[in-house]
């Protein structure tokens, strides 16, 4: 069967809402993003006989995203290939519709995939991702509120439905780090813990977020004997994700890093993962430039030391809004 793509890009932020919303699944922002760019560099240098070596890796700016409005309703999230032709015109890589029930998005759905949400009056209560041909059900996130704040997510899947490369866990790990390299290493660690391809289990993960103020400052989640964390920092100015059901889509090939509950823009994300063979702390920062309170490009960056030398992994995001 078909791995799940839908499933993939949920597991990448999976923070789906505001708790600031005074009703989840409503998405209306005051600058409607319209189209979104990206370019990307990555330098790798390490010691040889002959002396330091720079290996360069540059990817020019190219459309990435382009957004479809009707109204106050985002109706269409149109990606494209990084790659652009003689001409120009970059090709289509995937396209996501959107469907609602008054003006709570209710629906989801992408190449025979669809994700369902269904509400408890003004509060997300469940998102479902269903294999459109089979009828079959992917994956569930149950959202724990308290107040009006969702302080927990517990997600459960059938590990057998789907590839361990492309299970939660690992996209988990890589995604979880907006617009910059996964932790190859990490991926593997966990990956070796996870059940063998194709062995049917029932798993759920539960996932905790500690609120600081409008924004989530740390993540919590234990998986297969890991456990893994997120701190948070933030400016103050505005995201214009905020509120939108559908983060998890925007962050599922080239995430970045607006974290989809908060009121304003991450800034620094520090990662740290505990196995019992292994132990890593990643760190992730970001820069903005901005029109007023809204972000116009997004310039974030890590850097890897080790003994053998050393990478820095740079991606600029460009925002277009509607005028």
């Not at 990555?42 to 360069?56: F, H, K, L, M, Y």
């Not at 003004?122 to 107040?147: P, R």
């Not at 062995?199 to 609120?211: N, Q, R, V, Y």
């Amino acid at each position: 069967m078909r791995k799940s793509k839908l499933f993939i890009a949920a597991m990448a932020v999976v923070c789906l809402f505001a708790a600031c919303s005074e009703k989840e699944g409503v998405y209306n922002p005051k600058k409607k993003i319209t189209n979104i760019y990206r370019a990307s560099e990555r330098i790798d240098s390490w010691n040889s006989d002959e002396g330091v070596v720079n290996d360069t890796n540059i990817q020019p700016k190219t459309l990435a995203e382009t957004w479809t409005w009707d109204g106050n309703k985002l109706m269409k999230i149109t990606y494209w290939e990084n790659q652009i032709d003689p001409i120009g015109k970059a090709d289509v890589s995937d396209v996501y519709n959107f469907y609602y029930d008054g003006k709570q998005l209710s629906k989801v759905e992408s190449d025979g995939e669809r994700m369902l949400f269904t509400y408890d009056g003004k509060k997300l209560k469940q998102a479902e991702i269903v294999d459109i041909e089979d009828n079959k059900t992917m994956a569930t996130f149950e959202f724990v509120h308290d107040g009006k704040k969702i302080t927990k997510i517990n997600v459960t899947s059938e590990t057998g439905d789907i590839e361990p490369s492309k299970h939660m866990v690992s996209i988990l790990m890589r995604d979880i780090m907006p617009t910059l390299e996964n932790a190859n290493d990490m991926v593997a660690a966990i990956r070796e813990a996870m059940p063998a391809g194709g062995a049917k289990a029932t798993t759920t993960i539960p996932i905790e977020l500690t609120w600081d103020g409008d924004n989530v400052s740390k993540m919590n989640a234990n998986m297969y004997g890991a456990t893994i964390s997120v701190d948070y920092t933030f400016d103050n100015k505005n995201n214009p994700y905020q509120n939108s059901v559908f983060g998890f889509i925007t962050a599922m090939e080239q995430p970045d890093g607006m974290i989809m509950f908060n009121k304003n823009n991450v800034t620094k994300m520090v990662m740290k993962m505990n196995l019992i063979f292994m132990n890593d702390v990643d760190e992730y920062n970001f820069t903005y430039t901005y029109d007023g309170d809204w972000p116009l490009t997004q310039i974030a960056k890590q850097v890897d030391t080790d003994e053998g030398g050393n990478s820095s992994y740079t991606v600029t995001t460009w925002f277009e809004y509607a005028k």
